[in-house]
T-cell receptor, first 115, second 112 residues
Framework: KQEVTQIPAALSVPEGENLVLNCSFTDSAIYNLQWFRQDPGKGLTSLLLIQSSQREQTSGRLNASLDKSSGRSTLYIAASQPGDSATYLCAVWGISYQAGTALIFGKGTTLSVSS | EADIYQTPRYLVIGTGKKITLECSQTMGHDKMYWYQQDPGMELHLIHYSYGVNSTEKGDLSSESTVSRIRTEHFPLTLESARPSHTSQYLC???????????FGQGTRLTVV
């Protein structure tokens, strides 16, 4: 069954730093990979969706890459700001029903950006 | 911004009460999902629906039930709430299986 792992679990950086969040998954047969942001006590906001045929997607200061064969994705955040402080979740949608019937999530990386 | 809404946002209720968590979307999506999230833990799928009158249990066992009488509405019901049901419940929808998913703001349930 699909498993998603996110490293690191927590990250603290000063404002202005560029940073990378990592996501790995065990079953490479996926439809897509989606990155979300979750603020404390809130729902999930979709940040980027990478289709299985794509290598990367960009939105503003965010860039997500996908290496399906190695089961890895990275989320790059440029010039971090205090408003970026949140938990970032990676999720994959497996092609096989045995891998899961919907999005499978990692536990997330909690990011804290200090001013 | 995604057009998917959950009510209530917060609920504190006594043991044994029946509760219904509401979820509605205005995007016309056939696929809808309920996830449960405990603090510091990953989201787990508890129910999903691929269309009207279609509901299935998810990967995580749950004592809740769901219904899908209208495309836009996917309520979750607990017949008799217990403290072990205390958690955050998140509703989501997607146009097709494997396409971008959109989430509501969640309902934080506390059973005392």
């Amino acid at each position: 069954k699909q498993e998603v792992t996110q490293i690191p679990a927590a990250l603290s950086v000063p404002e202005g730093e560029n940073l990378v969040l990592n996501c790995s998954f065990t079953d490479s047969a996926i439809y897509n990979l989606q990155w979300f942001r979750q603020d404390p006590g809130k729902g999930l906001t979709s940040l980027l969706l990478i289709q299985s045929s794509q290598r990367e997607q960009t939105s503003g200061r965010l860039n997500a890459s996908l290496d399906k064969s190695s089961g890895r994705s990275t989320l790059y955040i440029a010039a971090s700001q205090p408003g970026d402080s949140a938990t970032y979740l990676c999720a994959v949608w497996g092609i096989s029903y045995q891998a899961g019937t919907a999005l499978i999530f990692g536990k997330g990386t909690t990011l804290s950006v200090s001013s | 911004e995604a057009d998917i809404y959950q009510t209530p946002r917060y609920l504190v209720i006594g043991t044994g009460k029946k509760i219904t968590l509401e979820c509605s979307q205005t995007m016309g999506h056939d696929k809808m999902y309920w996830y449960q999230q405990d603090p510091g833990m990953e989201l787990h799928l508890i129910h999903y629906s691929y269309g009207v009158n279609s509901t299935e249990k998810g990967d995580l066992s749950s004592e809740s039930t769901v219904s899908r009488i209208r495309t836009e509405h996917f309520p979750l019901t607990l017949e008799s709430a217990r403290p072990s049901h205390t958690s955050q419940y998140l509703c989501a929808s997607s146009e097709f299986r494997g396409t971008e998913a959109f989430f509501g703001q969640g309902t934080r349930l506390t059973v005392v």
